[in-house]
């Protein structure tokens, strides 16, 4: 009882109306969406040269210690780890197209990491959030939404690529697809009935279906269960080689970086909190700076260990929707991922058709926030369309707040509408317009 209301205190629960058992089962769906990280970020680090057992420590300890500040120092339910699509960057633009060393490009994470914790502690960051209109950021929540949607869509088989249209509708009689359709149906009821835990029973209860009929395998034995070989750290662990970064001359790609991990903090950020309830009548973020610092910290530190640049998972909305408002969620969750040490191999037996689901109904719901937008001024209507439809094509957050902010800033400049935009506004716009130019 003690414990229970020292964590009353600190994290605020009973203020936010959340409790521990409901932090919990956030944390735990938050982990089962996210966890295909630990395997997939190995995987592409590795064929940048990165042994492939480190890359998988390091992806872990990243997550462990960022998320443990975050759930400390911020107080906010985020989870926060290395980024697709930084790790792609990192892999196949920065390595293996420009020519640089696995450590050469680790220095830049590491530069860039600390570009965007001086931008936070010195308050920049969180200037920037305010300077957003709410048209931008109702429209970078949904945003988020229909690409949250679009991951759950692809990872359940449900649209597949196509060279004449670029996506299609997939085989509808293929095993997995019914399986993830079947999930979304379940996971909508669930939620729908107000069960406690929803989205994480029926991920679990789309796994069982799924090893049961043969679609994804399943433990054959103890040692599927237990792995007490804990991956070393040691190849990667302070192998980032600062003075080549420095002397190879890589501003564009340091650039490239800061950008990309900001705006995509940012936009995630402000789509969580906002579905978390947790803004003000503002909408400013609680914590913001805080998160943000950590949110750059952890990119400094992940550099360390060995892997890439972090940002904040959109699959937090899964925890979010579960119903996590503290950062005691965060705290349960590092130790989640924490024991993945031991039990790495288990997350192989949680198939993709299991976790789309809740990815697709999240994105449903984060869809709301788009009656913030005035949909009879031309000037608001179009830059939200564009934020909200460029994330999902481009496979990009930070792409889609980029055509957000531009659109937005160039339709009230040439409008005569100036005066509604911020000066930071301006700024921002040409650094997304510098950055196009420096990454093609």
């Known amino acids: 009882m003690r414990l229970n209301r020292l964590l009353d205190q600190f994290f605020k629960l009973t203020e936010r109306k959340t409790t521990v058992k409901r932090e919990f089962l956030a944390a735990l769906t938050t982990f089962v969406t996210v966890s295909y990280i630990i395997l997939v970020n190995p995987v592409i680090l590795s064929e940048a040269g990165i042994p492939k057992e480190a890359a998988l420590a390091a992806t872990i300890f990243g997550i462990v210690i960022t998320s443990m500040i975050m759930g400390l120092w911020a107080n906010l339910p985020i989870v926060i780890g290395p980024g697709m699509g930084l790790n792609a960057f990192f892999t196949y633009t920065v390595v293996l197209k420009q020519g640089l060393s696995w450590e050469t490009a680790l220095g830049a994470v590491f530069i860039s990491g600390l570009c965007f914790f001086l931008l936070s502690i010195f308050g920049i960051s969180e200037k920037v959030v305010k300077a957003i209109p709410k048209t931008l950021k109702a429209s970078i929540t949904a945003g988020i939404g229909l690409f949250i949607a679009f991951i759950g869509l692809k990872n359940g088989g449900i ?200 990815l697709i109904i999240i994105g449903a719901f984060m869809l709301t926030e788009l009656k913030e937008v005035d949909f009879d001024d031309l000037t608001e209507l179009i830059p939200a369309f564009l934020a909200l439809i460029m994330m999902p094509l481009t496979y990009s957050i930070a792409e889609g707040v980029a055509f957000g902010f531009l659109s937005y800033t160039l339709i009230k400049l040439f409008t005569g509408r100036a005066k509604e935009l911020h000066w930071l506004m301006y700024l921002i716009s040409a650094a997304f317009i510098v950055n196009f130019f420096l990454i093609g």
């Open 159 to 358: 649209v597949v690529p196509d060279e004449a249209t670029f996506v299609a509708l997939g085989d509808m009689t293929n095993i997995g697809t019914i399986l993830a359709i079947s999930g979304i149906v379940l996971t909508a009821v669930l939620t729908a009935l107000n069960v406690r835990g929803g989205i994480i029973l029926s991920i679990l209860i789309i796994s069982a279906a799924s090893m049961v009929l043969g679609n994804s395998p399943s433990p054959q034995g103890i040692s599927d269960f237990l792995s007490f070989q804990i991956p070393s750290i040691e190849p990667t662990f302070m192998a980032m080689d600062l003075k080549a970064a420095i002397g190879y001359g890589i501003l564009s790609i340091i650039f490239s970086f800061t950008i990309v991990e900001l705006f995509d903090t940012l936009a995630t950020l402000i789509g969580l909190t906002k579905k978390a309830n947790l803004t003000d009548e503002h909408g400013n973020v609680p914590n913001m700076n805080r998160a943000l610092t950590t949110g750059a910290f952890g990119t400094m530190v992940s550099a360390v260990l060995g892997s890439t640049a972090m940002n904040t998972y959109v699959e937090n909305a899964t925890g979010i929707a579960a119903g996590a408002r503290t950062g005691l969620k965060a705290i349960f969750a590092a130790l989640l991922f924490l024991l993945t040490l031991l039990f790495a191999p288990l997350i192989q037996f949680i198939p993709s058709v299991a976790t789309a689901p809740a």
